[in-house]
């Protein structure tokens, strides 16, 4: 024991002198986890919240746009920018380019008419199957209604055009059946108009949705970029370990001390768990400095504060269990590498690759199924997996056992190639 102490306390000395390491380790996933929540966030909160800058060129002289630029401006996604009626189609392309708005509108100069003939055609048609007599011979050469034009500045992605298409698709919706509802109380009630109140309960009248969330416990936990970001961010930073260890392994190697332990009472078996108990160690202050920042200090700077999961105890498992597994592969790749410049860039790389199929940097869900294999034998897939399973589905250690064993296995493939790397380089 008293070997194991010493050893530990000899690689805690140079993992301090490690300055770049240290950065890597600490500064760099704290940085990335607070810039990349920042945005995500931001995200959420351009699409359901803030307002998107619209620029309007309404040609249309008629109750029907005016209805329409009143309802846009109503429903609280866009601030309109109104051009004035000098002001053409080149005007407005020219102020989109200059990114005054990432959007758009043009409302056609016949779109009163087009909207009214519309509306006049389908409460024509609607009647007659009531028999309430009603002629439609005159509309039923009508050309359909005039498309508006949405221009988009092309740095606006495809996910949130999607989310202002429907957005606008629900405006056109609202302004035109708001005037078939008129025509057709109109021909009912002989000309008579419709009560604001009956009009605006027929076109609002929608089944209310509610929206929860599934947990293990029961409880609607609040999912947010956070409760997203800080377990994968710090999946990413114990994994970075490998900068420091991976090199650290090499250095020795190199240098001659893994022999040197041969000529002493001690082993290498000895070195090699110090080193693991010393970054395991390393990797759950990561955790828990990360998952601090999130929960005191993100609520400071407009950020969602981290909820953490009821089971502490399967939490402090897996950061130790995501830890060892992080260890094991740093000393794998510190075993293989000949030079400390191929055990950095061949970890790093593989770290990044790893991320990117392992649903940090793209969600799992949203992965092709030809990637559904490649994924499961990325380690930090199955550990952002155990994270997520208590940080956003509130489990315990008997929800997540199943994501634990591919860990484990993983952690024994890593130590075992590693084993056999050493008895090839006869360090062991």
């Not at 005037?179 to 109109?186: C, E, G, K, P, T």
């Amino acid at each position: 024991m008293y070997k194991l102490w010493a050893t530990i306390k000899k690689d805690w000395r140079i993992l301090t002198r490690d300055k770049v390491g240290l950065t890597l380790m600490f500064v760099m996933p704290i940085v990335l986890a607070i810039v990349i929540t920042t945005v995500q966030n931001s995200t959420f909160e351009l699409v359901n919240d803030k307002k998107v800058p619209l620029l309007l060129l309404n040609k249309d002289k008629g109750v029907v746009g005016k209805e329409l630029e009143a309802t846009l401006q109503k429903g609280g996604m866009f601030t309109i920018k109104k051009l004035s009626a000098g002001q053409g189609e080149n005007i407005l392309k020219q102020r989109l380019q200059n990114k005054e708005a990432l959007l758009a509108l043009i409302i056609p100069e016949q779109y009163t008419s087009d909207v009214l003939a519309k509306s006049e055609k389908v409460a024509g048609q609607a009647l007659q199957s009531i028999a309430v007599a009603s002629d439609t011979t005159s509309i039923e050469g009508k050309r359909p209604v005039a498309s508006v034009v949405l221009y988009y500045h092309p740095v606006l992605q495809s996910s949130f055009r999607q989310g202002i298409d429907g957005a606008l698709s629900s405006v056109l919706q609202i302004v035109q059946s708001k005037y078939i509802v008129r025509q057709l109380y109109s021909a009912i009630n002989d000309s008579a108009a419709i009560p604001n109140n009956l009009e605006q309960e027929i076109l609002t009248n929608q089944t209310p949705v509610q929206q929860f969330s599934v947990s293990k416990d029961g409880d609607h936990v609040i999912v947010n970029a956070t409760q997203h970001n800080i377990p994968a961010w710090t999946v990413f930073a114990m994994f970075f370990i490998v900068i420091s260890l991976g090199a650290s392994i090499v250095r020795e190697k190199n240098s001659g001390s893994f022999m040197r332990l041969k000529t002493m009472p001690t082993s290498l078996t000895l070195a090699i768990i110090s080193k693991q108990i010393t970054y395991i160690i390393i990797t759950v202050i990561q955790a828990l400095i990360i998952f601090s920042i999130g929960k005191w200090i993100f609520p400071h700077i407009g950020l969602p504060g981290l909820d953490f999961p009821n089971d502490k105890a399967s939490l402090m498992l897996v950061i130790i269990l995501c830890g060892w597994c992080a260890a094991s592969f740093a000393i794998m790749i510190g075993v293989f590498a000949k030079t400390q410049e191929q055990s950095n860039g061949i970890g790093a790389v593989v770290i990044v690759l790893f991320a990117a199929v392992g649903g940090l940097l793209v969600p799992a869900f949203a992965m092709p199924q030809s990637m559904q294999g490649v994924m499961r034998i990325s380690p930090l897939h199955w550990c952002l997996e155990a994270f997520y399973g208590l940080f956003l589905e509130q489990g315990d250690l008997k929800d997540i056992f199943l994501i634990l064993v591919p860990i484990i296995i993983m952690i024994f493939i890593f130590q075992l190639i590693a084993f056999i790397g050493m008895k090839r380089q006869r360090l062991i």
